[in-house]
């Protein structure tokens, strides 16, 4: 047997629903073989077969016949007792999951945990298992071991938590590693380093290595093999670069298309529904001289929003007496002007500053320093109560929708709850039709007024926390990473959204990512934070083919799908 895993008319079903039907797939041995699609396609259903991770109640059927050894019998791991998957698990087949926060026991050391990991599948004492976890974080390039070892989960950036969580993986030199989406939702430099430093474990380990993502861009960097999953049937597979490039199923077709490109700005951005409904479309690039016109129109006018030399600073340290005696700056006197209709962007690595600056604005941090005006107002300096009649004005879209909804509020009563703060449209049956009304503005059906967040894709809950922050009317609107979570295709689907929206309120955006892709897309002009400060502020266009400072060409250079020459 040529491969190490061979998956054969493996099937999966919860009740009467099929999340995995009859698909087959081989792992070659010492390559890569990417599985990518949209949530709900089945591609970690599939992964989790594999280490038999399903819940109790799960149907499966096929066969995942696993040789580790070329010389030994392939062995089904469907067939397998709890004892036998317990020797598998970890030691021969290990995994790194999506969310290292939630991977990860936030009353424990990191040290700690991996120390438990080696322990168990090598069966060797504290002491010497200890010994080894520094020697794992020098592998997987984290700074400072002794520190991370000592750390706890949330004292350690998004980046530290996955590179701790691939050193476990790597404990017991598994023959298989399965990589369930570890890059996504991580900044792009961070996402690069990670993809760098799988493949060189890959390479130095001799590893197999299944990679599974919704980014065909992140497949490409990583993979040499990719099978596209849709609607938990395996689509298309075959050579990464050919499918990438000349993908044949509509839905791969789709994926490919729906992704930002970081070289040019269409007027619309395709979706995957418009190649599974064979729908004619044009991804009509936005012209030079149509850009050149809307930018005579947007800065002929009074700026709607300025900050100036705003910062904000929180203690690090305190003495004895608890006076702080050491501040961390997260912004540092950073000044902007948003114009009315205009989409600033706001791009820079996690922990730069652009949250912290996002939210001072919106008045949900409270600035150190600094001024910020508001449609001629000086609204910095103003008492809450004073500040209420301007709240409605700038309204916040936040990152993960799931936790910005109340899970026993229904999302009818979610949208009208600003409208009754801020005394809208008279009576709840006005309220109400408005409600109604502002579901249909985002895609979403009246019958859905009575369900409750659980009920939603991640989509269309950010549907929804995007219809409250309309309810009140506002004329600004903060969009914080909205879309990084997201499926290639959902981001699309909420891109356009937003620019329909702005065309037909006269929205004003302040738009901020990590992913220059989707900025290139959607802003007219962009300024780049890192550590707390401005490091570069212009036009996407100008910004993108020359970039002004070595950071920001890190950044492009990072993008994935996109490499360096």
């Known amino acids: 047997m040529h ?19 009859h698909i087959s797939l081989k792992l070659p041995r010492g ?33 995942i016949l ?68 520094p020697h794992l974080f020098e592998q997987v390039k984290l700074p400072d071991p002794e520190r991370i070892f000592n750390a706890y989960p949330h004292q350690i950036s998004g980046g530290q938590k996955q590179r701790v969580m691939i050193a476990m993986a790597m404990s017991c030199q598994p023959d298989v590693m399965i ?22 474990l890959k390479e130095s380990a001799g590893l197999s290595m299944i990679f599974i993502s919704h980014d065909l861009g992140v497949i490409s960097e990583i993979c040499d093999e990719v099978a596209v999953m849709f609607r938990g049937d395996l689509v298309e597979e075959g050579a990464v670069q050919e499918v990438f490039k000349y993908p044949k199923h509509a839905y791969s077709r789709g994926l490919v298309a729906c992704r930002p490109d970081p070289d040019r700005q269409v007027k619309r951005l395709p979706t995957v529904s418009d190649f599974l409904e064979n729908r004619t479309f044009d991804a009509a690039v936005i012209g030079r001289e149509e850009i050149l016109t809307r930018r005579q129109g947007l800065y002929t006018q009074k700026p709607l929003l300025s900050a100036e030399a705003v910062s904000v600073r929180y203690p690090r340290r ?118 109604m009304e502002l579901l249909r503005t985002v895609g979403l059906q009246p ?25 009140p009317e506002p004329r600004l609107l903060i969009c914080d990473e909205m879309v990084s979570a997201l499926d290639v295709s959902v981001q699309a689907t909420i891109l356009n959204l937003l ?40 036009f996407p266009d100008e910004l993108y083919s020359n970039p002004p400072t070595d950071y920001i060409k890190k950044l492009i250079e990072a993008i994935p799908g996109r490499r360096s020459e």
């Open 318 to 435: 305190k003495n004895w007496y608890g006076k702080v005696v050491e501040w961390t700056n997260a912004v540092d006197e950073v000044s902007f002007d948003i114009y009315p209709g205009e989409t600033f962007g706001l791009a820079g690595e996690s922990g730069c500053g652009k949250t912290t600056l996002g939210r001072t604005i919106a008045r949900l941090t409270q600035g150190f320093s600094g001024n910020v005006t508001y449609n001629g107002h000086l609204v910095s300096s103003l008492s809450e109560a004073h500040f209420k009649p301007f709240r409605k004005d700038i309204q916040v879209v936040f990152q993960d929708p799931y936790s910005s909804l109340n899970p026993r509020m229904t999302i009818g009563a979610a949208i009208e709850e600003p409208m009754e703060v801020h005394k809208l449209h008279g009576s709840k049956q006005a309220r109400r039709e408005k409600t």
């Open 179 to 200: 990589a369930d989406e570890p890059t996504t939702a991580l900044d792009v430099t961070v996402q690069r380093s990670i993809l760098e430093l799988l493949c060189e």
């Open 66 to 133: 696993f040789q580790p050894d070329a010389g030994t019998a392939p062995a089904n791991l469907l067939e397998l007792s709890e004892q036998e998957l317990t020797r598998v698990r970890g030691k021969s087949i290990s995994m790194v999951f999506q969310e290292p926060m939630t991977s990860l026991n936030p009353v424990f050391k990191c040290g700690i945990q991996v120390t438990e990991a080696v322990q168990h599948h090598k069966n060797v004492g504290f002491k010497e298992a200890r010994s080894e976890v």
């Open 447 to 471: 019958e859905h007024y009575q369900r409750y967040p659980h009920e939603f894709s991640g989509g269309q809950r950010q549907r929804i926390c995007l219809a409250r922050a309309l309810a």
């Open 499 to 538: 620019q329909d929206l702005q065309a037909q309120f006269g929205l004003t955006y302040l738009f901020i990512s990590h992913d220059l892709s989707v900025i290139r897309q959607m802003c007219d002009r962009l300024m780049v934070m890192k550590s707390g400060k401005t490091d570069a502020t212009g």
């Open 3 to 21: 491969h190490i895993l061979d998956i054969q008319d493996f099937s999966v079903r919860f009740g009467d629903t099929h999340a995995v039907n």
């Open 31 to 63: 390559k890569t073989l990417g599985i990518v699609g949209e949530s709900g396609s089945g591609k970690s259903v599939t992964a989790l077969s594999i280490m038999q991770l399903l819940p109790s109640g799960a149907l499966t059927g096929g066969k």
